[in-house]
């Protein structure tokens, strides 16, 4: 398990990159805390935890672990570790992927039946990933609306900028997904109403009951 206040300056990106892997999916399964205390019933990251991206998170009443989750994002752990919150995000898919070899499982279900179950569990994979983006974009996405007309704005447009454009491409991937499976789900519904159906049988002709 990694370090809790991890300092990785020295390390090389890969490493750094497989430790905020690690670190990630370990917090997000809540397998680990992130570093911090709990101060009158609110909790706060310690100074080794906190990072840049969390300033301007205040822990309120009607959400005490504001900071908690926030530390459980990929964008905050992409911070403490050094790495981009898009290498992460890559690793992080790549690695879901690799959790679910599909042949091995689907091998005893029937073509039709094993595509739609890749295209389900690759679909609910995209859902995860953009409920994951989201969340974190979202937080960035919506200072927008009181930006302040009299600072230099060029830092916040570029964050929100970024922070769009990676919300744009996961909601792009869901969508694709989501229409792919649609479309397998079509198609099997087509084929099962069709001629050749070997399941349907025909309506059995009754001759000996009288009319
Ligand atoms: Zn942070």
Redesign the pocket.
């Known amino acids: 398990m990694p370090a809790k206040a991890p300092s990785h300056a020295g390390e090389p990106s890969d490493g750094r990159l497989q430790l905020a892997l690690e670190t990630y999916l370990a917090r997000v399964n809540r397998r680990e805390q992130p570093a911090g205390e709990w101060r009158e019933g609110l909790w706060f990251p310690s100074s080794g935890e906190r990072?840049a991206?969390?300033e301007g998170i205040e822990p309120t009443a009607a959400n005490r672990q504001a900071l908690d989750s926030?530390?459980r994002t990929q964008g905050?752990v992409a911070?403490l570790y050094g790495v981009s919150v898009d290498d992460l995000r890559a690793v992080v898919r790549a690695r879901r992927r690799a959790a679910k070899p599909p042949i091995a499982r689907l091998r005893h279900r029937s073509p039709p039946e094993a595509l739609y179950e890749m295209n389900r569990e690759a679909r609910n994979g995209g859902l995860e990933d953009l409920r994951a983006v989201s969340a974190e974009e979202l937080r960035v996405l919506s200072q927008l609306p009181t930006l302040p007309g009299d600072d230099d704005l060029t830092e916040s447009l570029e964050q929100a900028w970024g922070s769009a454009k990676r919300l744009a491409a996961a909601i792009h991937y869901s969508r694709t997904l989501e229409t792919s499976l649609r479309y397998t789900e079509m198609v099997m519904s087509a084929a099962t109403a069709g001629p050749f159906d070997g399941e349907r049988v025909p309506e059995p002709r009754r001759p000996d009951v009288p009319r």
């Open positions: 990072q991206c969390c926030h530390c905050h911070v």
